[in-house]
C-alpha cells in the first residue's frame, strides 16, 4: 500500500516511539571512486572509505526530551515507518545536536546521528512493543528562561544551543563495521544568543587576555510547562564572539557567541 | 614531439624474452596496473683529464655500469603482476619490461626486484610500491628506446570492482589461527604494512656491458602492525611471535598474493596524543638470506 501521508510515519529509538517529531531524514554515501591505471583511463572502480549513514531528527522541544539521554551511547538502534514500508538501523552515535529557540516560535531541537551498523528494509514494525516518550505539555512564552550575563533589560529574541561529539570509529582489517567506537573528550558546546539592545555594551577588547576575565559563565536555557522539563547548559563557558547592528527604521540588535567544553 | 597520455602507456613485465613483444596477448607478459610510475637512467661516464690536453666535450669515459632503475605503484589482481615472482634468487638474465609497448614505447630487460611495500589497511584497496634495479643496458634506439606514437592500448586487460586486492576483503592470521592468538594483546588491526628490500649483486666480466651473474646477497621482510594495543615489552633480544599470514584477497574471493613473516619482534611503540586514543605498533622483521 502506498504511503498516505506524513501521518503515518513513526520513528522509534532504542524501543521509543518518538513524539512531536517534524523531520527525519536517512542518507547513504557510498565512497567509491573510479580507478585509472597507466594504460587504461576506466580500470573499474574501488571502494575507499567505509559508506558514510546519517540519520537526522528535528523534534518540537515540548515534552522532557528522550533523545538527549542517548548521547554518549555508542549502540543506538531504532526503526522508521512509514505506510507499510519498514527502515531498521544499528550501531547509531549521536555526534551533535542543537537546540532552537526563538520569540513566537516553538523550540525544536535536532539530532544528527552517525550509523556504522546496517540500515535495512524489510523488517517487521516494533511500534506497538515501543515505549513512548513522555507527555508534550504547554510550553508557553514565559515557560522559556534564558540565563546569561548581559543584563535582564536587554530582551533575548533567540537562543541556539548545541553540542558535538568527536565519535571515532576504529575499523579493524577485514571488517566491515567497526570493531571500537569511542566518543573522545571534551565535548564542544556552544551558545548563540540574539538580543534587542537596550543597556547592553561590548567587552573590552584587550580584557580577554586577562586571567581574571570570566571563563565559567552561566550561560543555559531552561524549557518549563507544568514544570521543568529541560535545562540545557554550557560548562566552562566563554564568551568567543560578540556583534551589534544597528540600522535605520530598525532596533539595535547584538548577537553573542559563548563556547563551553565538558567531560564525556 | 608530443605528450603522450597516461591511458596510451601500459606497462608489462615478462620473465622470457621474446622480442621485446611484451604484451596483454603476449603468454610471457604480465599486465601491471601501475598508478604511476618512474623510469631513472643514468650512464655511468666520468670526465678524463690528461696532462697536458685541454679537456674537450668528448672526455669522458665509461666508469661503471650504468645506473637504471623502475619504480612504479600499481594494484594487484589474482592474474597479472604478483611482486612475489620477483623476491627470490631469479637467475641471471633478470626480467623483462615493456613501457608503452614494444613497438612504440620502452623496453628493457635485466631488472631485477630491490623491495616492495605495501599497506593493508580496512576499506582501502591495496597499493605496491615496487622498485627495481635495471642491470643490462637499455635500448637505445628508436625502437624501444623512446616512447612513439601509436601506443598498442588493445593490450589492456579488461578489469572491474572485483578484480583488485582490497583491505575490505584480506586476511591477517597466525599460522592456522586467528592472528589474536599469535599477537595475544593485540585484537584490532588498524593497518599493516609490508616491507621487503633485498640487495643484489651484479657481477661483470671483462668485455661484457652485462652482468654475467646477478647474486642475491640478502633479503628480509618485516611487518609493521598497528592496532589496539602491543605485546608485552619484548626482551633486549626480541621475541619470536610465531607465524603471521597475510592473504590480499580481492571482492570475488580470490587470493592476489600472499605472504607468511616468522620474525622476531623488532620494535614496539605506543603513541597517543590529546583528542585521540593510544595505538600500539610492532615491528616483526624476518631474515629471508
Known sequence: ?264 | MAYFSYKDLPIYFGTAADGGGLGANDANSKMVFAQQVQLNYTPNIAPTRLLGKTPTKDNFNLAGPPSASLSFSCYVDAGEFDPTDYTGDVGNVGSYFAIGGGANGITGSGAYLTSFSYTLAPYQPVLVQCDFAIYQPLTTTNVGGKIGTGANTDWVDSTDFSTYAHGAYSVFSGQGQAATQTLNDISVYESIQYQFSANRMPIYEIGDYGPSVVELMTAEHSLSIQGDNIQKLVPLTGSNPGKLNLLLKNAAGDTCFSNAVDGRITAENVSIQGGDLARGNITITELLK
Do not use: W
Open chain 1, 1 to 264: 500500500m502506498a504511503l498516505d501521508g506524513s501521518h503515518e510515519e513513526y520513528i522509534i529509538i532504542n524501543n521509543t516511539l518518538l513524539n512531536a517529531v517534524q523531520n527525519v531524514s536517512f542518507s547513504q554515501n557510498v565512497n567509491e571512486s573510479p580507478i585509472s591505471t597507466l594504460g587504461n583511463e576506466c580500470a573499474g572502480t574501488a571502494i575507499g572509505a567505509p559508506t558514510t549513514v546519517t540519520a537526522a531528527i528535528d523534534k518540537f522541544l515540548l515534552n522532557q526530551e528522550f533523545m538527549q539521554t542517548l548521547t554518549g551511547l555508542t549502540d543506538i538502534s531504532g526503526q522508521f515507518e512509514y505506510g507499510d514500508n519498514i527502515l531498521d538501523f544499528t550501531t547509531g552515535v549521536i555526534n551533535g545536536y542543537s537546540v532552537a529557540a526563538s520569540v513566537g516560535e516553538l523550540p525544536q531541537i535536532s539530532f544528527d546521528l552517525n550509523i556504522y551498523g546496517t540500515l535495512t528494509g524489510g523488517g517487521a514494525s516494533i511500534r506497538s512493543s515501543a515505549s513512548s516518550e513522555p507527555a508534550i505539555q504547554e510550553v508557553p512564552q514565559d515557560g522559556l528562561i534564558v540565563t546569561f550575563d548581559k543584563g535582564g533589560t536587554n530582551s533575548v529574541q533567540s537562543f541556539n544551543f548545541s553540542e558535538t561529539f568527536n565519535v571515532q570509529p576504529i575499523y579493524g582489517l577485514g571488517q566491515d563495521t567497526p570493531s571500537h567506537i569511542s566518543i573522545v573528550g571534551p565535548i564542544n558546546q556552544e551558545a548563540t544568543i540574539s538580543m534587542e539592545v537596550e543597556d547592553y555594551e561590548p567587552e573590552d577588547t584587550f580584557s580577554f587576555l586577562d586571567s581574571a576575565k570570566a571563563r565559567n559563565r552561566t550561560i543555559q536555557i531552561e524549557i518549563s510547562g507544568s514544570s521543568v522539563l529541560n535545562t540545557f547548559a554550557l560548562e566552562n563557558a566563554y564568551l568567543v564572539d560578540e556583534s551589534i547592528t544597528a540600522g535605520v527604521g530598525d532596533t539595535m540588535v547584538a548577537n553573542l557567541t559563548y563556547r563551553g567544553y565538558k567531560k564525556v
